[in-house]
């Protein structure tokens, strides 16, 4: 009797654990996917990549391609359908950024995942101290893609110089009568006449 009220224990327990183990394991959410762009830059022209989300069923790889020369940023997706490149968008980086001609300018930029296949392109121009937010997508009318702008902020705001420090004012010191004054040319004690004496000039 006793071995079989052991087995039956030991079966349950077995059991129970088993089930408390499917439920964590199975229960767990999936480990996050990391979609990650790449970037590269050659000579006047800086290359990225990121995912676009034209609708919920179709989501694709787009491509950046920022140029100096002209002063431009291009974008454009892929038909995987086709595997071929829809038409190029573009952004005047002059005009947007605010760029003087000639300025000599530095951009950096990136892309970042921000939400179920979609990326945002990040650029910073290093001279101007701005930083714009792109995404691109399906145009309005249905055909074609363009770019929007999300934000355009400074990272290097305008602030006035602070004050120089000023050293709090402690108690007046007073220097004994035998020590050398350092603010007396000479660092000497000043002449100071005796009694009944004219002054030395």
Do not use: C
């Amino acid at each position: 009797m006793r071995g079989t009220i052991g087995w039956v224990l030991g079966l349950g327990l077995g059991f129970g654990s088993g089930v408390l183990v499917a439920v964590l394991v199975l229960g767990q959410k999936p480990a996050t996917v990391a979609i990650a762009g790449s970037n590269d830059r050659h000579e006047d022209y800086v290359m990225a990549t990121g995912a676009v989300n034209i609708n919920p069923k179709l989501q694709t790889d787009g491509v950046w391609l920022l140029d100096y020369k002209s002063g431009k940023l291009l974008g454009s997706v892929i038909d995987k359908a086709q595997g071929k490149m829809i038409g190029w968008t573009e952004v005047d980086l002059v005009s947007e950024f605010d760029v003087a001609p000639k300025q000599d300018v530095h951009f950096l930029m990136t892309t970042g995942w921000i939400s179920a296949g979609q990326s945002a392109l990040y650029i910073a121009e290093t001279t101007t101290g701005k930083f714009g937010v792109y995404t691109m997508g399906l145009a309005p009318t249905g055909t074609g893609i363009i770019i929007r702008r999300h934000d355009l902020a400074s990272f290097r705001a305008n602030r006035p110089a602070a004050p120089a420090p000023v050293m709090p004012a402690g108690p007046a010191e007073k220097l004994p009568l035998n020590v050398p004054n350092p603010l007396v040319p000479g660092g000497g004690l000043p002449a100071v006449p005796k009694i009944g004496e004219e002054p030395k000039k």
